[in-house]
Nanobody, 123 residues
Framework: QVQLVESGGGLVQAGGSLRVSCVAS????????TYWYRQAPGKERNFVAG????????SYADSVKGRFTIFKDHAKNTTYLHMNNLKPEDTAVYYC????????????????WGQGTQVTVSS
């Protein structure tokens, strides 16, 4: 079993930066790929970024490439999403997720999810 708890969301002006964190617990978390997804009001939940278990391979949605960075700290069991040059269209609830594989896969939604953290970007 994997439990995920996000933090770090908030209100930021367009062009600003924000970092959200995801602390995981569970005996096998270390060997799982982790992800960030987001869901805006009235829209479906979309993939934002993923990182493999070792932390040396990442994947990003086209809309955030060059602005967002996903990375992890194994010692803290934490996955981060650092967001630069934020835009109003980045406003959403950001969810951390963990998969069943060590490698990034977006074929199916991951089975483990956090409760989400709100990110609001004002124009």
């Amino acid at each position: 079993q994997v439990q995920l708890v996000e933090s770090g969301g908030g209100l930021v002006q367009a062009g600003g930066s924000l970092r959200v964190s995801c602390v995981a617990s569970g005996s096998t978390f270390t060997y799982r790929a982790t992800y960030w997804y987001r869901q805006a009001p009235g829209k479906e939940r979309n993939f934002v970024a993923g990182i493999n278990w070792r932390g040396d391979t990442t994947s990003y949605a086209d809309s955030v490439k060059g602005r967002f960075t996903i990375f992890k700290d194994h010692a803290k069991n934490t996955t981060y999403l650092h967001m630069n040059n934020l835009k109003p269209e980045d406003t959403a609830v950001y969810y951390c997720a963990a998969g069943t594989s060590s490698y990034i896969s977006t074929t199916n939604l991951p089975p483990y999810w956090g409760q989400g953290t709100q990110v609001t970007v004002s124009s």
